[in-house]
């Protein structure tokens, strides 16, 4: 991985892809609940997590096909040993392979997600409770990485809209934050300043309510594995994947553009809206390709980028009389 400190902290160039053979933490679940359920182990700390209401890491969680207009794509999903062991989740290191070594350490229940700010409800919803706020759909989305690399991904969850609309936004909302878990009891990559802890991330409030817009709490068909965000992460599949961050903890409602992680890192080089797009190039490479993970070679850009990650039919009258130039 490299990074080039002459311009500040930014993306490493995509680099080496290290697969890992063991999954680790789904084979410790697996035993929890094992022991779990032959109540060998009732009172530890084991016992009780894998009992708790909210389904644990690798549980199965089903979604019906959604039917929001562009949420299903026909493109073959990366397999889901890609999707879980290439991964960016800085919390846990800088390379690749990292966030899957390391994030056996999230602990991902106990769970509550705050919400504040130009709200007229403001509260603390537990996980359970946030979980059953509407019904699950499965979502096949391109994800698109700002460093030049895609995959397609069948996301479990629902569309964020859901709970803007249960919070009730204010006159005064204009723009939905959201801040993720930074805890280094848990997290080993925060002793790094890589990024300014927590990692936050914003969008526009008619972008968070568009129907694309999905909390996910699962992928794959089982509840989220640690590294890709778990317990809920947001995806927004027309924006390059820095916009969509995992394992989020509070979620505030402003009158004013936010300041984001990646903007305070390298403002020349990740905009607010980050949305995909082939005709505005990152300063370092160009955005006009994208190698599909498991599909092409190395460093392999092959495939023609599209603009807004192909979502431009469902979300370009969102940018309608917008310079994209200059709103990147
Ligand atoms: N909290 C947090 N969220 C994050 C990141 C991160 O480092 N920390 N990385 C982002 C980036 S750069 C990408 S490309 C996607 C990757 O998601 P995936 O690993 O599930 O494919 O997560 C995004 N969300
Ligand atoms: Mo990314």
């Known amino acids: 991985m490299h990074f080039h400190r002459d311009r500040g902290f930014v993306h490493p160039v995509p680099s080496e892809i290290t697969p890992r053979a063991a999954y680790a933490g789904r084979r410790d679940w697996l035993r929890q609940v094992a022991l779990a359920a032959a109540g060998t182990t009732l009172g530890s700390w084991a016992a009780r997590d894998a009992l708790a209401a909210a389904p644990p890491v690798g549980a199965p969680l089903p979604g019906a096909r959604s039917t929001v207009a562009g949420a299903v794509t026909m493109e073959k999903p990366t397999s889901r040993q890609d999707a879980t062991t290439y991964n960016n989740f800085y919390e846990f290191g800088t390379d690749k392979a990292d966030p899957a070594a390391n994030a056996h350490t999230l602990k991902t229940r106990p769970w509550t997600v705050a919400i504040e700010g130009e709200v007229k ?47 009730e936004p204010t006159g005064n909302a204009k723009f939905v934050q959201f801040l993720t878990l930074a805890d280094r009891a848990q997290m080993p990559g925060l002793r790094s300043s890589v990024l300014e802890w927590p990692y936050v991330e914003a969008l526009r409030l008619d972008e968070a309510m568009h129907p694309l817009s999905m909390l996910a709490f699962g992928m794959y068909g089982e509840v989220l594995p640690r590294q890709n965000g778990a317990p809920l992460r947001l995806v927004v599949p027309w924006k390059y994947g820095f916009k969509s961050g995992k394992s989020i903890v509070r979620i505030r409602f402003l009158a004013q553009q936010p300041r984001t992680s990646w903007e305070l890192a390298a403002s020349s080089e990740y905009g607010f809206y980050s949305n995909v797009n082939p005709q505005v190039d990152h300063p370092r490479w160009s955005q006009a390709t994208e190698r599909r993970i498991g599909e092409d070679g190395l460093f392999a850009r092959k495939r023609p980028t599209l603009m807004f990650n192909g979502y431009e039919p469902q979300v370009g009258q969102l940018y309608a009389g917008m310079d994209l130039k200059k709103f990147f």
């Open 121 to 167: 409800k403001p509260q603390t919803l537990d996980l359970d409770a946030l979980m059953k706020l509407a019904p699950m759909e499965e979502r096949i989305y391109r994800l698109r990485c700002v460093e030049g690399w895609s995959m397609v991904i069948p996301w479990v969850g629902w569309s964020l809209s859901n709970l803007i609309k249960a919070v």
